[in-house]
Every structure is written in C-alpha cells, then in structure tokens.
C-alpha cells in the first residue's frame, strides 16, 4: 500500500512527484502567490494545505493532482458518448458516480460490487502521479469521468462537445458543514483543525480548495441553460427526497431505459445505509493507507438534509441566505435547507431546484427557454 507522505515526502518518491513549477506558468505553487499575506485568514489556510497549487488562480490539492497534467488539461480528447459528472466537493458526488455506474450498467450489482468507484467513475484532475492521463485515455467507451473543476478550467472541448455532464449542487450551508468534516479527516487537505467559525468564511469568501461555490454552481448552471440537452442540472436535496424518480431522471437523459424493478434496485443499493458499509464507495479500502484519517467521522458521515443547524449560528444562516439565495433565484435555482420542505417541494412540483427559468444565450442576453426540447420536470 501506498503512504502519500511517503511519496511526496520522501526523496525517491519526490522523483516521481515533483514537477519543476516555474512561477509563470498556469500552474504555480499555492504558496507562492505574491498577494498570499494579503489575507491573513486565507494565507493560513492555503498554508494549511500540502503543497498546494494555483491553477490559473484556483486552489487545488497539492497531493494527487499533477501539475503537468493541470498544464496540458486543454489537449484533452473527449469522446462524444462520455458522461461527466461535475460537483463541488461534498455535493453527492460519490453518491452520484455510484448511481451512474449502476445506470450503465443496467442495475447489475454483480456486475459492480468488487470494483472499486474510483476504477468504474474516474476523477479526472485526480490521480496518482504517473500513468494518469495515459489511463483516462485507455479507459473503455463509454467513459464515467467525474471533475470538481468549474466551467473556467474543464477542458474548453468539454463545454461544445456533443457528450453529457451532470451537474449536482448541495445548498451551501450543509455543503460547507460537510467540507469542513471533510477538510478534518483528510491528509491531502492538511487535517484543518482551524475552528468552524473560520471554515465558515473562508467558504463565503471563496477561499477552499476549489474555489468559490456560487461561482462553480453559476458556470454549470449557464452551461445547463445554454445546452438543455447535455447538461443535467440535479440537487442533492432531490436526490435525497425520491432517489427512484431522480435515477429514472437521470437513466432518460443518459438515454438508458430501465424498468421499474431495476429502478428500485438501484435506489435501495444507493440508499445512504448501504453505502455507507459498501467498502467499493466508502472510501475504507483504498490503495492509499494514509489519505484519509478516519477515527473522527466517516467519509459517508450523516448523509442528510439539514445537518447545517447543528453547526450555523443564527447570525451565519442569515448572513448565507443573504449571500446566496437571490443570486441563485437569478439563476432559476431555488435552493432547499429542510427535509420536510423539499419533500413537500418534490410532491407539488415534481423538482426541487428548478423554478420556470429564463436563459443566457451567447450574449448573456435573457431569453424564454422554457420551449427547449429536454423536459427538466420529468
Ligand atoms: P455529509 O458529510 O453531509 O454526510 P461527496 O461524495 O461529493 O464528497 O459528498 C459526500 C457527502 O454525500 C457526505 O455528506 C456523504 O455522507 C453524502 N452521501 C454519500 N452517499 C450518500 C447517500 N447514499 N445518501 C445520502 N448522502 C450521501
């Protein structure tokens, strides 16, 4: 098994790892910045973080994400029957890449149990050191392939490719309840044992590991509106509400037809019980010993709607409410922070998230997109 300390601290592991980053180029290290002491409150989270990187100013891990990968993102060839699955972290992602597989595998759960996620749904930006872009472009047709990049720095064949990409978006105070679990449990994000009320802002003001949250739900939100037909934008929420009617929603957009029966079957294996013991997902067996430490939480922790109260004061609710919601109606999102409410939401309007929504075209001029061919009401 593999120690990341060991491979990036080491001096024959750092031959493999280290890139030579010079300070002009796309990618630099994080910790380089000139403007970094400029906000004490990021700077000592950037700081935080093991060898972490900027790439075109957005912070990455520095452990598993390689620089000349990042550098030649741009060649990357996509096929036009890929699926992408795009979330910021801790939106369901796992959960999400598990319920894809299954799709495509037309709910054959032998067909998936001994294969670890990683192998079936592959992170793009993240891998070992070596051999990775050359294993993305083995990987067999159809390609699952999973990314935490925003809009800004996917590949730009990505955005006008004739492939898919779902999107999932959590609202943003359980979303930052659960990065900061995980920002605590994980080695490659530095263990944060910084208090919440910091955590807390450095989500606000756009400072984690990948960047601002409602500019990465703006860009895919954008891409949804332009491309109906290729972008599927979900939520958490809705998943958590009807898993059956949001795998079925997810089976028609990916054009696989799948009955009732392996529906349900594939809703009850993703249900949060049995992924949180399934050993291929929950991220207990891994070739990496020392990636995660989890004496603290899980990484399949609570699985909830709502976690959020035990952690936001009421001043931090509010001040997220203002932040976000009316940026988020702008973008037909209505965003859901309860579990009764979204269940009453799910049972009167068939969706959660999407109000009847108006569109950017090309020229971010609004225009009524409600006649597009995909129906995002199911
Ligand atoms: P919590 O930390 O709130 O429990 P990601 O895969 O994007 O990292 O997201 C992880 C979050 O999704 C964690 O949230 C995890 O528990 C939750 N999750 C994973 N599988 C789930 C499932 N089947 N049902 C509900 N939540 C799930």
Redesign the pocket.
Known sequence: MISLKFLYNNPLGKLFTNDKISKNSVVILAETDPDLDSDQQRAQYVRSIPKALLFKNLLLQGYLVNPKFLKKIDNFQIKSDDLWLA?Y???????TEEIISLIYNNGDIDKVKDKLLATRVVHFEVGPPLGHSRWLKKLKSPRLLATHLPVTHIPSQLKQSKCKIIYVMRNPK?NA??YY??HRISTYLGNYRGPWNTFVDLFANGHLAHGDWFEHIKGYRQLSIQYPNRVLFIS?EE??TDLPKMIELIANFVERKLSQEVIDRIAKH???D??KTNNMVNREKIPIKDLFDMTESK??????IG?WKTHFSTQQSKQFDDKYNDKLNELGLTVCYDSEDAYHRMQTNGRIINKNFQSFDDNQNITDNSDSGYDISL
Do not use: Q
């Open positions: 979330t972290p801790k939106s369901g992602t796992t959960w359980d309840v659960s679990h995980h958490y998943l958590k993703c249900s949060f049995e992924m990484f399949m922790r609570k699985g909830i976690d």
